[in-house]
């Protein structure tokens, strides 16, 4: 069983950055692909961000290029997002999800597994 926890939530003031983290259980991380997504109050969980089980590729929503970035150890089983010049906009549950194969890492239904949510909330 493959069980997935993020941390690094909180509140924020626009512009400030935020670090989560997502560490998974199991032997097998490294050959999960990894991927962040998120809910806001009365909308669609969205695709944000996700790396390539080989951590040579990644993938943005738009609205986060140039302002996020993702990284993963195979090591400690963890993998991270980094999110700077955060905007109010950003106010959402964040959601870790691993991904055995696929073609589209940005799609929900590519994902397996899913953490809890961590909440993320940028004030203006």
């Known amino acids: 069983q493959v069980q997935l926890v993020e941390s690094g939530g909180g509140l924020v003031q626009a512009e400030g950055s935020l670090r989560l983290s997502c560490v998974v259980s199991?032997?097998?991380?490294?050959?999960?692909?990894m991927g962040w997504f998120r809910q806001a109050p009365g909308k669609e969980r969205e695709f944000v961000i996700a790396i390539h089980w080989s951590g040579r590729r990644t993938y943005y929503a738009n609205s986060v290029k140039g302002r996020f970035t993702i990284s993963r150890d195979d090591v400690k089983n963890a993998v991270y997002l980094q999110m700077n010049s955060l905007k109010p906009e950003d106010t959402a549950v964040y959601y870790c999800a691993a991904a055995r194969f696929s073609d589209d890492y940005t799609t929900k239904v590519s994902y397996n597994y899913w953490g809890q949510g961590t909440q993320v909330t940028v004030s203006s």
């Open positions: 199991g032997r097998t991380f490294s050959s999960y692909s």
